[in-house]
Nanobody
Framework: QVQLMESGGGSVQAGGSLRLSCAAS????????MTWFRQAPGKEREGVAA????????YYASSVKGRFTISVDNAKKTLYLQMNDLKPADTALYYC?????????????????WGQGTQVTVSS
């Protein structure tokens, strides 16, 4: 059973940066499509950024485009999310998911693998 474990969350002031990581417990080359999601209290889950590990194609939600960058290190089996110019509206639980199907940013999709999440809190 593959496990995804996120890290790197924390509390920052508006305008600050954080880098999230999502490490896979073993090879997940069969699930090359990976997405970062977030969910704030009382709000629906939102797809933030997605990547195809084979060709490095990326997708971003309009709310984070230009501020967040998704990347992957296949050798380390780790997905990253570099978050710059953070805003209070970015406060949420962030978690990663992986699948063999390209679901992109679809928050209703049934990804095969999910992490437990890491909390990001941005204060004004």
């Amino acid at each position: 059973q593959v496990q995804l474990m996120e890290s790197g969350g924390g509390s920052v002031q508006a305008g600050g940066s954080l880098r999230l990581s999502c490490a896979a417990s073993r090879d997940i080359s069969s699930s090359p499509y990976m997405t970062w999601f977030r969910q704030a209290p009382g709000k629906e889950r939102e797809g933030v950024a997605a990547i195809y590990r084979g060709g490095r194609s990326t997708y971003y939600a309009s709310s984070v485009k230009g501020r967040f960058t998704i990347s992957v290190d296949n050798a380390k089996k780790t997905l990253y999310l570099q978050m710059n110019d953070l805003k209070p509206a970015d406060t949420a639980l962030y978690y990663c998911a992986a699948d063999e199907v390209d679901y992109g940013l679809d928050a209703s999709a049934e990804f095969g693998y999910w992490g437990q999440g890491t909390q990001v809190t941005v204060s004004s």
